[in-house]
């Protein structure tokens, strides 16, 4: 997956969980493609300062994700809801039905 991608998807998921210093500075990294130099200049701190706290934070929400796979999950579900939405027997759709709700516990 696309590094972007990624951590777009780790923010979607996982960025409430991060205190609003963290949130802001990620949204300015990731979101807004600002440079370390334009955050730390517009946070007042150093540019190792943001890169530290970027890594650190990117850190965390991998983190969230190897221990909750949600986003893992979410896939999976979107998957199998396509292979729903695709099928055209009433037995297999009884069957993906079954496997949705057996992934979503």
Known sequence: MERI???????????????GHQQKVYEMAV???LSLNEIAEMEGVSKQAVHDLLK????????YEDKLRLIAKSEKI???????EES?????VKQLAAEIV???L
Not at 78 to 84: F, G, N, S, Y
Not at 88 to 92: F, I, L, V, Y
């Open 5 to 19: 991608v990624e951590e777009g998807l780790l923010y979607d998921f996982y960025g409430p969980l991060l205190t």
């Open 31 to 33: 979101y807004d493609d």
């Open 56 to 63: 650190r934070t990117t850190s965390l929400l991998r983190g």
């Open 78 to 84: 979107r998957k199998i809801a396509k292979t729903i």
């Open 88 to 92: 055209s027997t009433e037995k297999a």
């Open 102 to 104: 057996k992934e979503s």
